[in-house]
């Protein structure tokens, strides 16, 4: 409806869930007043920041395709979602630990980021950075409970920064980056529950038998691409890894 003041919600603070997208909206102080707030969409407008007053119940921002440029001022208790896809974001920081102590789903595609440091969200679960110009990952360490990570349609060389804490990793999204070579496949094997693996459009899946090069290096994958793992290719990776499992023994 081009909408340019939404000054009149103040009115209704028994509001629980609010859709203002596809609006021409550039303030959101009138929304302090909705105290009982638990969803609020705001995609499609002219915000510049996300920054609101503390509402103690809310728990669903969607501020897709915004001109939003950080993270500051997003500081709600209950928060468990938050997608900020399409906007102008550069950095990580901003994003409080002490504020949002429950935020389990984080959506940053199509940002500009320059680095993934910064984020420290212990009971994130879900991370989603398509299409945001990373090529490395930094500050992971902290991620304990991250089970889905999404990095698809970025500028991935090399596969270093993930840790042995990010335990409970299980869905990894490399689609499309600049993977070329088995030896960075190889320091996923720092992931101890990792069961999905997206690898499509890399140079690495051009070489032969990639799969069971793969497989050979990350024997508890259950899902490689967009196939599930057969008992024979389990049983042939397992023959090549201790083949060479023998051949290096023999070297030593």
Known sequence: ????????????????????????????????????????????????SACMEELSYLQVISFDRNRIKDMEGISHPR????????????????????????????????NKLKSTAGLSLTKLKKLYL???????????EGLEQLETLHLRDNKFETLNGFSSSMKCLQYLNLRNNGISSFQE???????????????????CTDEPDYRLEVLALLPHL???????????????????????????????
Do not use: C
Not at 223 to 250: F, G, S
């Open 222 to 252: 259950q899902r490689l691409d967009k196939e599930a793992v057969e008992e024979d290719e389990q049983a042939e990776a397992m023959r090549i890894r201790q083949t060479r499992q023998e051949e290096k023994e023999k070297e030593k």
């Open 130 to 140: 398509a299409e945001t110009g990373i090529g490395s990952l930094e500050g992971l």
């Open 79 to 110: 928060l468990a979602t938050l997608s900020l896809k399409e906007n102008k974001i550069q950095t990580m920081l901003g994003l409080s630990q002490d504020q949002l102590f429950n935020l389990q789903v984080l959506e940053l595609r199509g």
């Open 185 to 203: 496949v190889e320091k996923l094997q720092v992931l101890p529950v990792l069961q999905t693996l997206v690898l499509l459009d890399n140079p």
């Open 1 to 48: 409806r081009a909408l340019t003041d939404i000054s009149l919600l103040k009115s209704f603070i028994h509001l629980r869930y609010v859709d203002l997208s596809e609006n021409k909206l550039q303030d959101l102080s009138p929304l302090s007043s909705l105290t009982e707030l638990l969803w609020l969409r705001m995609d499609g407008n002219l915000l510049t």
